[in-house]
């Protein structure tokens, strides 16, 4: 946004980063204070998707972005939620923090594809253990025993009177 022909608010950004070494009154906090705020209007943005966010969460860092997540409203991080997985589970987006814990379920990565673990080379299987040695369990076929004590509580019946 450009008000009177000046630069506009990108151009302003950046022109503040190149000169970040000419400004040592804006520390490193108020520089993660205006990357947050920037966070935040990404993660309240349409049109989000988990590769964008993931990118996101990479360029500015986990805290910044992790702090921002943890201040979207119930409905915000509903929403995003449902922007990045439709047909998410309502119980599962709840709460605000349960949105949230959903929302990272969908951006974490994939697990490691774990190669070789156990297989023999020759045959390309899985090794098979055998145990020579069997045992059975006893065949007891009769039920359990009602417990010992009866129950001390009645019914309401039990406490009437008259």
Do not use: H, I, L, V
């Given at each position: 946004m450009s008000f009177g022909g000046g630069p506009t608010g990108f151009q302003a950004i950046q022109a503040l980063v190149a000169a970040r070494d000419k400004l040592p009154a804006v520390a490193d906090k108020d520089w993660a204070a205006a990357s947050g705020l920037i966070v935040k209007k990404l993660l309240n943005a349409a049109g989000q998707t988990a590769e964008a966010l993931i990118a996101l969460r990479a360029a500015v860092g986990e805290e910044i972005f992790e702090s921002q997540l943890k201040t979207l409203s119930h409905h915000q991080a509903k929403l995003l939620a449902k922007r990045l997985d439709k047909a998410a589970p309502d119980i599962e987006v709840s709460t605000a923090r349960a949105a949230a814990a959903y929302i990272r379920t969908l951006l974490a990565p994939p697990a490691a594809v774990q190669d070789d673990v156990g297989v023999d080379p020759v045959t390309e299987e899985a090794p098979v253990e055998t145990n020579d040695t069997i045992t059975e369990a006893p065949a007891d076929d009769?039920?359990?025993?009602?417990?010992?004590?009866?129950?001390?509580?009645?019914?309401?019946?039990?406490?009437?009177?008259?």
């Open positions: 009769t039920p359990p025993s009602p417990p010992e004590a009866p129950n001390p509580y009645f019914g309401r019946k039990s406490f009437r009177t008259g």
